[in-house]
């Protein structure tokens, strides 16, 4: 679909892409403390928005960090309800240098609009709010109920949102919840998420001498942390790519023959996840194509390393301290609360006495699945046909979203990953970009699937059950 | 010896604590090209003071970088030459935070005077200045011809001083050399430093993929660089301590019986190590003391590390690229070339196809011996006793001074190495200080060195001869 075939005619897109790029600029970085006006301006500017295109009930919430943006229109308790999730908080953008234009400078070039976030997440949860825009001005009545949940600290692992969604549990009240911050196959190939991977973060300090020392003078004689860290990281994966905590694999469940046989038809081949991470080899664990190591299989990557002296040229010192952040994807059946203790013990077993290991977790979240054959996600099928001129593949994710854990847990609802984002589009690294057809289409499988879900009757509590019945 | 106990005057002491104070308050730090300009400063300021205390032909020598400060003193070619060397340049601050004074601040507290380079190298080598223009202001005719050679680069390896010495052989010639810029066994014992270890400076780069990539998508199908660069790094080591590159110890010489037993007998024990460095428990290749595995043994310390995030929180991501510096320090024997080439045949041995590792050396100093029955360090060893009331211990340095490498292969002449620094004075750490009793004796002991080294007769050349004889 081009933006010209909207029938709102053709101001509407350019309106719509100009009110994107506006919202791609907010440099609403949740993670560092610098950028916490941009992150409050930016739910403002939200806000202002839900109200001006009709939506109801509108609120900036407070959190102990960054603001939740919330917005509602309510038909009727005869229509059931649909939570839409979206995040307008984004990744940093280190390393500034290797963008090849501002980050947010919101250039539109080609089909692409470039600038943090553009995908992850303010492009994918803005084609709701310009589909519900054009549901509100056709001056039909809504098809359904729907919530907005808007939140500021996704990037961060949502540190607030579960006591927010348990204290509003009435408020946000549905049938099911849709998200769009996943990945489709290809921009030609739309495709349909039902299953994340789980995350643990966590940061590992390896303390030494308490102040620096001369390395002449001591090296040799006193333990180097960064020389023990390092060990111990080292420690963490085996000759083969597996991670070697003991008990780690343990809890995985095993996918199904028919599910693998599923995914290595349909998901990509390594071929094509090594031309998307731009490297000539793959690497991992034994016995698993290159998707199932990033999907069914959990995994450990180091996403940070920092000790003694990073400046130019020499300093001849024993650093007191080292450190690294952590950062697990969990496979169905794992818990990162195991995964922690496991962690925990291990690292205790490996510590040697000259030097003392500290692990802060900072992220917690259990992997999620949720049936293909779910109503909801065959409602979201029959969008993605008709967004996308073409029906939607499975797939699972490598990625983890907190939030669907929490919906699940709170108000007992599954929540829809309707991505329009691609494998290569650059989220959490330099050029991030949202590829415009994605959007047009992704508003047009939007309208299509509130369309259907309208259709369904709602579930008596608007709360309490995963299977609402198909409404003849 | 008190300040007051010297023959110019009780106005003198407080002069000279106030220019030394001037000194140390440059931030002259080598390394950082934003100080550049401090350092041009601080060497401004040593050549005027060299000029106004009666020393001729004071210049300031440009470098591709930082400048050489040069003056003299010559009396005639019947007396001997002494070239007294000294560095103005510093180690960087960082952390700052770890400071309790202003790292440029000269604050003096009871007997110490706390500055980044107050004992490394300005404070020791200001005994030699000091010494000289009591001498100048004697009335008399120095007892030798003095050469001072003050360079700003000791800290980055002097990567200008080789061509410089070389360009002016003939003006730097010298029947010695003496350094100050070595630590004493304690302020209680003063000790004659008859080695120091040798080093190789380098920087470990570990690339993996071209960009920063998202951790859930391609956690678990790509080598992380971090992860890579900790197995390297890992591999440095064995499970004992022992450094594991390949050949590694082939070359040490080992210590003789005696020398083992004289370090045993007056060098630290562990437990006074231990104190110095501030820590619980030792660490290294077993067999050893740790005196002896900080002096007649090499060691590698990691001195650096850093890649992917480093901020406040997670960022998810495979970064692409990951640093370490590595300090090596080379005992008698080994050379730091051919420890260069032997890391860098064992990296390419271990380093994974998936990722590219680059070694950058950035400093070779081979290892220095003079042997203690040399004339010119038994005169060092009577000024000691002069100046401090008791006799050196002879000890050997773990640190790495290049110059006197310098000065044996250009110059033909050993190397005094006449240190009057402290274990624990903070050098390359926070809070660096220098201990003024030290200062106060040690300018007495290098007058005692001037006047005991105006009795031996000039070798013939004045630069080629090791042993010169003594003048009855």
Not at 157 to 176: I, K, T
Not at 183 to 211: D, K
């Amino acid at each position: 679909m081009q933006p010209a075939d909207f029938p709102s005619g053709p101001a509407w897109p350019r309106r719509a892409l100009a009110q994107l790029r506006q919202l791609v600029a907010f440099p609403s970085i949740s993670t560092d403390p610098q950028y916490a006006g941009a992150v409050r301006a930016c739910a403002a500017w939200l806000a202002g928005h839900l109200r001006r295109i009709g939506l109801d009930g509108v609120q900036v919430f407070e959190t102990p960090r960054h603001p939740i943006v919330y917005a509602e229109k309510l038909v009727g308790p005869r229509k059931p309800t649909l939570l839409i999730y979206g995040h307008y908080d984004v990744q940093p953008v280190e390393p500034t240098a290797a963008w090849t234009v501002p980050p947010f400078g919101a250039v539109v070039h080609a089909d692409k609009l470039y600038g943090r976030g553009a995908s992850d997440d303010k492009g994918q949860l803005f084609t709701h709010v310009k589909a519900l825009e054009l549901l509100l001005a056709s001056g039909q009545p809504l098809p359904l109920n729907v919530k907005l949940l808007l939140e500021g600290e996704e990037e961060i692992g949502s540190p607030n949102l579960g006591a927010f969604v348990q204290a509003h549990r009435r408020r946000l009240r549905a049938d099911w919840a849709v998200l769009s911050d996943t990945n489709m196959i290809s921009s030609a190939q739309p495709s349909l998420t039902y299953g994340l991977r789980g995350a643990l973060a966590a940061e590992l300090t390896v303390q030494g001498p308490r102040a620096e020392l001369h390395s002449g003078v001591f090296g040799g004689a006193v333990l180097n942390p960064l020389q023990a860290l390092s060990e111990l990281l080292a420690a963490l994966h085996d000759a083969d790519g597996r991670v070697a905590i003991p008990g780690f694999y343990a809890a995985v469940q095993p996918a199904t023959a028919a599910e693998r046989a599923y995914l290595r038809r349909h998901g990509p081949p390594d071929a094509q996840l090594l031309r998307e991470a731009q490297v000539g080899q793959g690497w991992g664990e034994p016995g698993y194509s290159l998707y199932e190591r990033t999907t069914l299989r959990p995994s450990l990557s180091i996403t940070g390393l920092s000790g003694g002296y990073q400046g130019e040229g020499v300093k001849s010192v024993v650093p007191p301290q080292a450190r690294a952040k952590l950062s697990f994807r969990l496979a169905p059946g794992q818990d990162p609360h195991i995964v922690e203790q496991q962690l925990r013990n291990y690292l205790r077993q490996l510590t040697p006495p000259q030097v003392q290991a500290t692990l802060q977790a900072q992220l917690h979240a259990p992997p999620y699945t949720v049936a293909p054959d779910h109503p909801a996600m065959q409602a979201a099928a029959q969008a993605y046909t008709e967004g996308f001129g073409r029906a939607p593949v499975l797939q699972r994710s490598g990625g983890t979203i907190p939030v669907v854990s929490l919906f699940e847990e709170h108000l007992g609802i599954p929540t829809v990953l309707m991505g329009f984002g691609l494998p290569d589009d650059g989220k959490h690294g330099p050029d991030e970009f949202l590829h415009l057809p994605n959007f047009w289409r992704g508003i047009r499988t939007s309208l299509a699937f509130l369309r259907r879900l309208g259709a369904f009757q709602p579930s008596p509590s608007h709360a309490s059950s995963h299977e609402p019945v198909l409404h003849s």
